[in-house]
């Protein structure tokens, strides 16, 4: 039997009981030439007997059951080994695909040949509303033609995202990518894919559908914990050491981890209340160690926190922001729009 073009890596974490419409969505599709490789661990969100039900009835969907709770990470490493597929789409129980979803990325391949990478866009529901992702303007700017990471730094800027790209599967296994243990395993897999790729392109549409009810992680790998997020960008850097020229996308890699930390300091419940001067600490000593010659600071009120942050003003910080919700102006839907 021939390999098909896309597998779709699934762990089966589903603490909203939101895999079945998952694997439906997938189904669904217009497009035929896909499997779908689901990976079930040991963990108590994993419900494998919805997982081998879907794999009873389709021969599209395989079920790979791991002997431990792993986390997402070493999951979708397994299922990445298992898959057949040219290329990979690692997907989440709380991800959705419009009908057109698959063919829409192969026509896209169709005209551009063979890649490395290929972006497209997603979307955010909550509260019974869409939002967009915050990769739009990189991948409307992009436009129709295949580029190397050098030239596009923007993408590298973009929010590292695993599910919102196709991987090549030969240029994953020839680069070794893999997701380490800890929680944002997505960041260094992300720009490694990235940054090692010759042959990227972008689809400036919507492909995937997040339900996810706030940006927070889904499973980390045993003892993980929000602190993982400094060890991953740490790895992200170490790509550069080895990279000619890699000077063309250091500011965009950069702005993008103090963006992340920046949003993960202020998302409800992410990081604990003894742990935020701690947090804070850490994200400034990464301000002053990754801080590329000649960077400039982004205007306005983002501006003004990447200058408190660079100075190590945890009491000034918390007082700013206390000071801003109290006007009114950081609202629960605008932290929802926002994106890492």
Do not use: K, N
């Given at each position: 039997m021939?390999?098909?073009?896309?597998?779709?890596?699934?762990?089966?974490?589903?603490?909203q009981k939101q895999l079945p419409e998952c694997l439906d969505s997938l189904l669904a599709q217009s497009f035929r030439d896909f499997e779908v490789v689901v990976v079930a661990d040991r963990s108590p969100d994993t419900p494998a007997g919805t997982a081998d039900a879907y794999a009873a009835r389709h021969p599209r969907v395989s079920v790979l059951h791991l002997d431990a709770a792993v986390g997402v990470g070493v999951a979708r490493n397994a299922g990445a080994a298992r898959a057949t597929g040219e290329y990979l789409l690692f997907l989440d129980a709380d991800?959705?695909?419009?009908?057109?979803?698959?063919?829409?990325?192969?026509d896209r391949l169709d005209r551009t040949g063979p890649l490395d990478v290929l972006l497209?866009?997603?979307?955010?529901?909550?509260?019974?509303?869409?939002?967009?992702?915050g990769?739009?303007?990189?991948?409307?700017e992009a436009g129709p033609e295949v580029f190397g990471p050098?030239?596009?730094?923007?993408?590298?800027?973009?929010?590292?995202?695993?599910?919102?790209?196709?991987v090549r599967r030969e240029h994953w296994r020839a680069q070794g990518l893999a997701f380490p243990d800890g929680r944002y395993e997505e960041v260094p897999v992300v720009h490694a894919a990235l940054l090692t790729a010759r042959r990227i392109a972008a689809l400036p549409r919507a492909c995937v559908q997040l339900r996810r009810r706030e940006t927070v992680h889904p499973t980390g790998s045993p003892g993980s914990s929000v602190f993982d997020v400094f060890d991953q960008y740490e790895r992200s850097f170490a790509l550069l050491d080895g990279l000619p020229d890699a000077d063309a996308v250091r500011d965009a890699l950069f702005v993008r981890?103090?963006?992340?930390?920046?949003?993960?300091?202020?998302?409800?419940?992410?990081?604990?209340?003894?742990?935020?001067?701690?947090?804070?600490?850490?994200?400034?000593?990464?301000?002053?160690r990754f801080q590329p010659p000649g960077h400039r600071r982004p205007g306005g009120r983002e501006g003004v926190k990447f200058s408190l942050l660079a100075g190590g003003a945890y009491p000034a910080f918390e007082m700013a922001k206390l000071s801003h919700i109290a006007k009114g102006t950081l609202t629960g839907s605008a932290r929802r729009r926002a994106a890492v």
């Open positions: 021939p390999s098909p073009l896309i597998s779709v890596v699934l762990p089966a974490y589903d603490q991800h959705l695909m419009p009908r057109d979803g698959l063919q829409a990325l192969a497209f866009g997603h979307t955010r529901r909550h509260g019974g509303r869409d939002w967009p992702g990769a739009e303007a990189a991948l409307a050098l030239e596009r730094p923007d993408v590298v800027g973009a929010p590292p995202l695993i599910w919102d790209r196709l981890m103090i963006r992340h930390y920046l949003f993960v300091f202020d998302l409800a419940g992410c990081v604990a209340r003894a742990e935020r001067p701690q947090f804070f600490h850490r994200a400034a000593d990464h301000h002053r």
